[in-house]
């Protein structure tokens, strides 16, 4: 996963806009929110964490996760209202790897990558 964004929050955003992408199958069922929250020693970690979550929810929960209602980020810790749909989510993702992990400051924002173990 690519993703580049304005704002850090906006990160964690497209990070979880691309997941449900991935995990979306069939029609949108009941909307469902969820809290959630991640904590990693870094931005990056906490990016692989936030993604590790999202993919409990929808193996747990059978969570398509389509957007955040609200979101608080600290260096350290997301805390945030998951928006999505009960479906069938595919199982393709096992979570998020440290291989080639990064979050940065880019000359247009913040510039995230991460390596899905599938």
């Given at each position: ?5 304005q704002?850090p929050?906006?990160v964690?955003l497209e990070?979880l806009?691309?997941l449900?992408?991935?995990l979306g ?7 469902i929110?969820?809290?959630s929250?991640?904590?990693g ?5 906490l990016?692989?964490a936030w993604?590790?979550e999202?993919?409990?929810l ?5 969570l398509v996760?389509?957007?955040v209602?609200?979101?608080e980020?600290?260096e350290r ?5 998951v928006c999505?749909?009960?479906g069938?989510?595919?199982?393709l993702?096992k979570?998020?790897?440290?291989h080639e992990?990064?979050?940065e400051?880019s ?9 899905l173990?599938?």
């Amino acid at each position: 996963m690519e993703i580049q964004a304005q704002t850090p929050e906006a990160v964690f955003l497209e990070a979880l806009r691309a997941l449900g992408e991935l995990l979306g199958a069939g029609g949108p069922g009941e909307q469902i929110r969820r809290p959630s929250r991640a904590e990693g020693s870094d931005r990056a970690a906490l990016l692989a964490a936030w993604i590790d979550e999202l993919v409990y929810l929808a193996e747990t929960e059978d969570l398509v996760p389509e957007d955040v209602e609200t979101i608080e980020l600290s260096e350290r810790e997301l805390q945030a209202t998951v928006c999505g749909y009960r479906g069938s989510p595919r199982h393709l993702v096992k979570g998020a790897t440290y291989h080639e992990l990064m979050f940065e400051r880019s000359r247009s924002g913040y510039h995230a990558t991460v390596v899905l173990d599938v």
